[in-house]
């Protein structure tokens, strides 16, 4: 066999082999693509929670924040100037009206109030001296009136002392819970100098301001709901006390003041949000919040249809208003008994077809 005759075998056995190969490759693509011609594309439905909108009378409500304030409260500086010479109470005591809480250095005083004394009882003795001799007609007029003007000064100036002394001093004006003591025994203080804070924690009060086109719905005696960062789990009952008598003419918001019910264990000075219960309800559309997306394009729901036995979703922006227990209220866009998709709005969009998951607890 020549050269020619083996190179041209060899051609023709590779030529078989790649033959074998390719058409192996083709019946197989054939086949895949036989079968994935008969398959559905179409993406499976996503699941999702969905609730009801159910119509609710809602209690109608103002909403406000406002400051906790003590009925009585004051803030205790002296009305003289000395060095501080004792200190009979500690922070956070509670005092009864009319103890004594600190004390400034009085010794001037005190000898004033001495020599004083001895003055007055000076001008009496001549006073009463000078009466009986009046009466015997043994002196003028003159001299008795004298006696008189100077026993009536010695006992003013006494009385002025009294007053000093008593600067010197500083008493609790009512029964309460002192706060921290801002001097120590030893310093100077001046007058107006902040000693400490006496509040009266068993009687609080809440100060508020509402727009005054509220006016005409508030009276004394309804029913507040307060709520405070401190206890934010809790919240706490309070009663309209008091209308202001006139608008604030800078802000144009009228004043109220509330009074908390007693045992709140809150404190003056916390920040307060109020709810304000007019007495009267509204029938509201109501869902729950976590169906409402926010968008600058506007709050949108997705509303579930039926389509052709299946469910889809169409998006529509609706009004919303107040919120109350996990539940929003609808006031546009939206009619009781529909059903809106409340969890899983992320995966949505017009149109998609969805199946809703029974086991999601919903309010």
């Known amino acids: 066999m020549s050269d020619e005759e083996v190179l041209l075998r060899a051609y023709l056995v590779v030529f078989l082999l790649l033959l074998v190969i390719f058409g192996g490759i083709s019946g197989y693509l054939y086949r895949k693509f036989a079968v994935l011609s008969g398959t559905d594309f179409t993406p499976p439905p996503v699941?999702?929670?969905?609730?009801?909108?159910?119509?609710?009378?809602?209690?109608?409500?103002?909403?406000?924040?406002?400051?906790?304030?003590?009925?009585?409260?004051?803030?205790?500086?002296?009305e003289a100037s000395g060095e501080v010479i004792a200190i009979t109470v500690e922070s956070g005591a509670r005092v009864q009206a009319g103890d004594l809480l600190l004390t400034l250095n009085d010794k001037v005083e005190q000898a004033s109030r001495e020599r004083q004394k001895a003055n007055l009882?000076?001008?009496?003795?001549?006073?009463?001296r000078d009466q009986q001799l009046v009466r015997q007609k043994s002196i003028p007029q003159s001299q008795y009136d004298r006696s008189k003007a100077d026993l009536d000064s010695a006992i003013a100036q006494l009385a002025e002392t009294e007053a000093r002394l008593e600067n010197k001093r500083i008493y609790a004006p009512f029964s309460g819970t002192v706060g921290i003591i801002h001097v120590d025994?030893?310093?100077?203080?001046?007058?107006?100098t902040n000693i400490t804070t006496l509040q009266d924690l068993s009687e609080l009060e809440v100060d508020f301001s509402i727009p005054e086109r509220h006016t005409p719905q508030l009276r004394a005696g309804q029913d507040i709901e307060v709520a405070v960062d401190a206890y934010p789990e809790q919240t706490f009952h309070?009663?309209?006390?008091?209308?202001?008598?006139?608008?604030?003419?800078g802000t144009r918001n009228l004043q109220l003041r509330a009074a908390l019910d007693p045992g709140s264990g809150l404190l003056p000075g916390m920040f307060?949000?109020?709810?304000?219960?007019?007495?009267?309800t509204e029938t509201v559309v109501t869902v729950p919040e976590t169906a409402i997306s926010y968008s600058l394009h506007g709050n949108t729901v997705y509303v579930v249809e039926q389509n052709d036995g299946e469910l889809t979703v169409q998006p529509r922006v609706v009004a919303t208003g107040r919120v109350r227990?996990?539940?929003?209220?609808?006031?546009?866009?939206?009619?009781?008994?529909?059903?809106?998709?409340?969890?899983?709005?992320?995966?949505?969009?017009?149109?998609?077809?969805?199946?809703?998951?029974?086991?999601?607890?919903?309010?």
């Open 121 to 128: 009882e000076l001008a009496r003795l001549l006073f009463e």
């Open 185 to 192: 025994v030893g310093d100077y203080v001046e007058p107006g």
């Open 325 to 363: 227990e996990g539940r929003i209220a609808v006031t546009g866009g939206l009619q009781g008994g529909e059903q809106v998709v409340t969890a899983g709005q992320n995966k949505l969009f017009r149109g998609a077809r969805i199946a809703i998951d029974e086991s999601v607890a919903l309010q």
């Open 272 to 280: 307060a949000r109020l709810t304000i219960f007019l007495g009267e």
């Open 238 to 249: 309070a009663t309209l006390k008091a209308v202001d008598a006139r608008i604030d003419t």
């Open 47 to 78: 699941t999702v929670a969905a609730a009801t909108a159910d119509v609710r009378a809602w209690d109608l409500t103002l909403e406000a924040v406002g400051t906790i304030r003590a009925a009585r409260g004051v803030d205790l500086s002296t």
